[in-house]
């Protein structure tokens, strides 16, 4: 079936950076789009990044671009996000998501979810 499995997290200081990924096994082809979604303590679940696997093509919500990066290696089976000058807000759950791809990857499906993995930034 398919999984996806997250890792990566853990502290950091304000500052800081971690490399967050998500092994995927069960696709049967190329064509999902996968995205990045946190949690902050008490706060819903926001959309952060997503990537197509075909393509590679991105999108990042709001003014994360330029601190956080994602990217795929599909030999690996992985999609990874680069996260750069960690700051208090971004401590969340983190989780990825997958769906068949529609296009841009902002518009897929999230029929498939990791059981997170927790970043926390913080002096």
């Known amino acids: 079936q398919l999984r996806l499995v997250e890792s990566g997290g853990g502290w950091v200081q304000p500052g800081g950076s971690l490399r967050l990924s998500c092994e995927y096994s069960g696709f049967t082809t190329k064509y999902y789009s996968i995205g990045w979604f946190r949690q902050p303590p008490g706060k819903e679940l926001e959309g952060v990044s997503c990537i197509n696997l075909s393509d590679g093509g991105t999108y990042y919500e709001g003014d994360l671009k330029g601190r956080f990066t994602i990217s795929r290696d599909n030999a690996k089976n992985t999609v990874y996000l680069q996260m750069n000058d960690l700051r208090p807000e971004d401590t969340a759950v983190y989780s990825c998501?997958?769906?068949?791809?529609?296009?841009?990857?902002?518009?897929?499906?999230?029929?498939?979810w990791g059981q997170g993995t927790r970043v926390t930034v913080s002096s």
């Open positions: 998501a997958a769906g068949e791809e529609t296009g841009s990857c902002r518009e897929a499906g999230t029929d498939y």
